[in-house]
């Protein structure tokens, strides 16, 4: 069974940072792609942030949404089946809860359907 789990949302301030984790179990973790998704109160779910499975030698690529380009990072540590979003310079747009997803292919990684598993979400809340 196919579990992923969240961590590390919280309470921050304007300009601040916060690291979210997510630790996958039930898959073979090097041949998944591994998405950020983030929904708002009253809005839809949004694309933040994608990497690829590792491509032959070459490692994953990675995509992003523009509003946190240069702003967030994501990252994967394929020993440890997780995958981890670094978001700096926080503002009040990006208090959503926010999901990690996964899924064996490699294409349209910015569309939520293109996900097969999601976890449960953790939520991140910037405030002053």
């Known amino acids: 069974q196919v579990e992923l789990v969240e961590s590390g949302g919280g309470l921050v301030q304007p300009g601040g940072s916060l690291r979210l984790s997510c630790a996958a179990s039930?898959?073979?973790?090097?041949?998944?792609?591994m998405g950020w998704f983030r929904q708002a109160p009253g809005k839809e779910r949004e694309f933040v942030a994608a990497?690829?499975?590792?491509?032959?030698?070459?490692?994953?690529?990675?995509y992003y949404r523009d509003s946190v380009r240069g702003r967030f990072t994501i990252s994967r540590d394929n020993a440890k089946s997780s995958v981890h979003l670094q978001m700096n310079s926080l503002n009040y747009d990006d208090t959503a809860v926010y999901y990690c997803?996964?899924?064996?292919?490699?294409?349209?990684?910015?569309?939520?359907?293109?996900?097969?598993?999601w976890g449960q979400g953790t939520q991140v809340t910037v405030s002053s």
């Open positions: 990497i690829s499975a590792p491509i032959n030698w070459s490692g994953s690529v990675t």
């Open positions: 039930g898959v073979t973790f090097d041949n998944y792609s």
């Open positions: 997803a996964a899924t064996p292919g490699a294409s349209s990684l910015r569309v939520s359907s293109s996900y097969r598993h």
